[in-house]
């Protein structure tokens, strides 16, 4: 399991039972060491200028953000990253953190080129409606 030895990022859902959720969390917890997606991870702090700071030599961050921010990127806006998520509707993810629902640019700030994710990766359960 990918899970388990920490080379798959751990993505939770609305949908997934709460022992299964509990499960896959120990497992997380578990595969933090050196070569895990957990210890390599930069969502709680990356530069966003070009494709290359999150490409395949850049810096690894949330499957979901890497896709908001590659989004971004090709949009070529003139809105910081955080504003445009923020308008993108459904894909800005509905999220849920400690039960309370939000959305995901809520989540995240914003200093100049540097993006972060605000709370853990482990805390975040995506909203399926």
Same mark, same amino acid.
């Given at each position: 399991?990918?899970? #388990? &030895?920490?080379? *798959?990022?751990?993505?939770?859902?609305? #949908?997934? $039972?709460? $022992?299964?959720?509990?499960?896959?969390?120990?497992?997380? *917890?578990?595969?933090?060491?050196?070569? #895990?997606?957990?210890?390599?991870?930069?969502?709680?702090?990356?530069?966003?200028?070009?494709?290359?700071? !999150?490409? %395949?030599?850049?810096?690894? !961050? @949330? $499957?979901?953000?890497?896709? /908001?921010?590659?989004?971004?990127? /090709?949009?070529? #806006?003139?809105? =910081?990253?955080?504003?445009?998520?923020?308008?993108?509707?459904?894909? &800005?993810? %509905?999220?849920?953190?400690?039960?309370? /629902?939000?959305?995901?640019?809520? @989540?995240?700030?914003? +200093?100049?080129?540097?993006?972060?994710? =605000?709370? $853990?990766?482990? +805390?975040?359960?995506?909203?399926?409606?």
């Amino acid at each position: 399991m990918q899970t #388990s &030895n920490g080379r *798959a990022y751990l993505t939770l859902y609305t #949908s997934t $039972p709460e $022992p299964v959720r509990a499960r896959f969390l120990e497992l997380a *917890a578990a595969a933090t060491g050196a070569g #895990s997606v957990w210890a390599a991870d930069r969502s709680g702090g990356f530069t966003l200028t070009t494709q290359a700071d !999150i490409g %395949p030599e850049g810096q690894l !961050i @949330l $499957p979901k953000l890497f896709r /908001r921010a590659t989004d971004y990127l /090709r949009a070529d #806006s003139e809105r =910081t990253f955080v504003e445009w998520v923020r308008a993108q509707g459904a894909d &800005n993810d %509905p999220v849920e953190v400690a039960g309370t /629902r939000t959305n995901l640019a809520e @989540l995240l700030t914003e +200093d100049g080129d540097r993006v972060s994710l =605000t709370v $853990p990766l482990t +805390d975040l359960v995506f909203v399926e409606d």
